[in-house]
């Protein structure tokens, strides 16, 4: 069994090539999604992540997303990056952001991602990436 970072790595590429039917296909049915914790609902079940990954992607050109870190379990993955993309009108985004995904077998049954929305609608609007943002995204990735 590859480690689970692996796994996610492979879930990384398909959104990448917004091959959404890959991720939706490396979800468990009834997978829980707090893709932003703490700030909005989450997203319960495939047809629900689907139609999130639809109405998000549809709104992003270019994805950089990239992992800094990582620790895992046997039934978790910890980890540390940055979502950065380009929006469709050309705005760069950068969210600096933990994630904790588990997963049931082989396939994602949670997902928590936590992000700065206050950062993340500052770059939305415009704004460059704020010094501490640049800091944090500077680092390689694995």
Request: hydrophobic residues 40%; glycine residues 8%; negative net charge.
């Amino acid at each position: 069994m590859s480690s689970r970072f692996e796994q996610f790595k492979t879930v990384i590429e398909f959104w990448k090539n917004k091959d959404i039917d890959a991720v939706i296909d490396a979800m468990s049915d009834d997978i829980v999604w707090h893709y932003a914790a703490a700030i909005a609902p989450p997203v319960r079940g495939k047809d629900e992540a689907r139609a999130f990954l639809e109405r998000f992607g549809g709104a992003i050109g270019e994805v950089k997303w990239r992992i800094f870190e990582t620790a895992e379990t046997a039934d978790r993955l910890f980890v540390e990056g940055v979502d950065e993309y380009v929006t469709k009108d050309g705005v760069a985004v950068a969210a600096p952001y933990a994630g904790v995904i588990e997963y049931s077998g082989d396939k994602i049954s949670g997902w928590r991602d936590y992000v700065d929305s206050g950062v993340m609608s500052h770059m939305k609007a415009g704004n460059p990436y704020p010094e501490q943002v640049k800091e944090l995204i500077a680092r390689p990735a694995r």
